[in-house]
């Protein structure tokens, strides 16, 4: 396309400049004609080389991208399979116990990949973040079925169990939480962007992406959920980590940070959200839907921000806005 490009300018330039031949001398028009060539295809050779993080379109080398989104039986997990399937990816549907829910998750994938004209191959992969085994095995498992891996979207979670008060959380509870919330992510996106590396040096000319759901309760305080917050904060560090580790592999790192977001997880504190939200707590004076989520993160595995890494992307009606 660009060379194309450069052929018509090139005739543009002539014509244009063939007017000109009468009030310029000879030599100088040689020099700005090559000069104004020279440009264009400085232009055309960065585009080809730029090596990180640029954006791609999808399909367009023929093969739909893989995606591997944990806990996506449900909730926010399911809403980013579907945006993901809307747009061709085959996706790797992780879940802990709820396997009919998984089963629902890859039908409904099927079907938004048809109904775009996407041929979607969803894969359901029941493992345990928290477990070291589990982790390799959903890896071997993708490796078998699609041989490669575009995107990891760390989404899999558990509330603080019980909602106790901080002077009564206990170390069984917490262990269990961040085994699943912080060290499953940390441990997966190691093992995820290995693999994603080996496909580079193999000659592989995508940028893959690693896109880790955090929460508002990485900065603000619930004394019920001291587990939660704090797991939920050190994803913030765990993304900048590995975007500066992986940039130079072109692999772009980034945090999406929901607010409160109608699914399971929530089903309990409804009412109370109901009226936080009528009375203003978020500017955009709805709740969230896991689609929300789903869109901002295919934005982000497309490419739409090919010069950033690391960066957090808030997706809660303005909730992070301080007011006074
Ligand atoms: P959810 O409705 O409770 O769904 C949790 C999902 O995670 C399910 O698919 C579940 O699988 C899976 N899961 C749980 N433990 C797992 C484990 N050890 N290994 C693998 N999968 C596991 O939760 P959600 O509201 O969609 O939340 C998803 C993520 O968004 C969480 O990280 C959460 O902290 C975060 N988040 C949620 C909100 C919100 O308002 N809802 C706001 C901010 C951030 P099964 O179906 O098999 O149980």
Redesign the pocket.
């Known amino acids: 396309m660009m060379s194309f490009n450069i052929i018509f300018l090139r005739v543009v330039f002539v014509c244009w400049s063939s007017d000109l031949e009468r009030v310029v001398e000879e030599k100088r028009y040689v020099f700005t004609y090559f000069d104004f060539i020279d440009e264009i295809q400085a232009f055309d050779d960065a585009e080809k080389t730029s090596s990180c993080l640029s954006g791609q379109s999808l399909n367009n080398d023929g093969v739909s991208r893989v995606a591997l989104v944990?806990?996506?039986?449900?909730?926010?997990?399911?809403g980013i399979a579907l945006s993901l399937a809307r747009e061709g990816y085959h996706v790797g549907i992780?879940?802990?116990?709820?396997?009919e829910?998984?089963e629902t998750t890859a039908a409904l994938c099927r079907e938004e990949g048809r109904l775009h004209g996407h041929e979607v191959q969803p894969v359901i992969i029941k493992?345990?973040?928290?477990s070291p085994e589990?982790r390799l095995r959903m890896i071997e498992e993708l490796r078998q079925h699609f041989g490669r891996i575009d995107l990891l979207v760390n989404?899999?979670?558990?509330?603080s169990i019980g909602r106790k008060d901080l002077l009564e959380a206990g170390e069984e509870d917490f262990d269990r939480l961040f085994?699943?919330?912080l060290k499953?992510a940390f441990f997966l996106s190691q093992a995820v962007a290995r693999w994603m590396i080996e496909l580079k040096d193999e000659g592989s000319d995508r940028d893959p992406k690693i896109i880790t759901?955090?929460?508002?309760?990485g900065y603000a305080v619930s004394v019920n959920r001291a587990d939660?917050c704090m797991a939920?904060a050190a994803l913030g560090m765990m993304t900048k980590l590995f975007a500066v580790r992986l940039a130079e592999h072109g692999i772009g790192v980034y945090e999406i940070?929901?607010?409160?977001?109608?699914?399971?997880?929530?089903a309990p504190v409804k009412e109370k959200y109901d009226k936080l939200i009528a009375e203003g707590l978020t500017p955009i004076r709805r709740w969230?839907k896991?689609e929300d989520?789903g869109r901002a993160v295919v934005s982000l595995a497309q490419g739409a921000f090919g010069f950033s890494t690391g960066e957090v992307f808030n997706v809660d009606g303005g909730f992070h806005i301080r007011q006074l």
């Open positions: 944990t806990g996506s039986s449900r909730g926010i997990g399911r992780n879940y802990l116990g709820r396997v829910a998984a493992a345990d973040v928290s589990d989404n899999a979670g558990i509330t085994g699943i919330n499953g759901i955090s929460s508002i309760s939660y939920k940070c929901p607010g409160i977001i109608a699914s399971d997880m929530t969230g896991p989520v």
